[in-house]
């Protein structure tokens, strides 16, 4: 399975894992599972960390690159195609970072693991609850 990590299921993966359901977890550390990223998710935790909603016990950077070696995460990158499908991701709550992570979904084919309730049933994309 592809997964696309929320930014919530990132986090909590290493701050606060008793956050995440026992399935979630399986599926996390998997190793025939693939863990998505997108680069949404990184301007996310920066945005957090601006408004002092989050802390890191590392420099953001290097937070990164110990996850990214963990998890084996890969980069769903940002490109024309994901931006151009987010028209048609048209989300109640209007969360921009929200509607370019269910795009992101869309155009790579991945499922996205999240605890929002409000990304569950977007048509087009598959989801793993965190319930």
């Known amino acids: ?28 550390s998997d190793p025939e599972n693939e863990r998505w990223l997108s680069p949404i998710s990184i301007w996310e935790v920066v945005v ?5 909603r989050i802390t890191l ?19 769903a990158p940002l ?9 048609f ?13 269910a795009a992101t979904a869309k155009v790579y084919g991945l499922t996205l693991v999240t605890s929002d309730q409000r990304l569950m049933n977007i048509p087009g994309i598959t989801v793993l609850p965190n319930r």
């Not at 986090?11 to 956050?19: E, G, I, S």
């Not at 016990?57 to 980069?75: G, P, Q």
């Not at 991701?89 to 992570?101: E, M």
């Open 1 to 28: 399975m592809k997964l696309l990590l929320d930014t919530h299921i990132w986090l909590w993966t290493y701050q606060d894992p008793a956050k995440l359901v026992r399935s979630i977890q399986e599926a996390i």
């Open 48 to 52: 957090l960390l601006e408004k002092k």
């Open 57 to 75: 016990h590392e420099e953001m950077s290097a937070w990164i690159e110990t996850s990214k070696k963990d998890l084996t995460l890969r980069e």
């Open 79 to 87: 490109t024309w195609e994901v931006a151009d499908e987010v028209r």
């Open 89 to 101: 991701t048209k989300l109640a709550h209007g969360d921009p970072a929200d509607r370019f992570l």
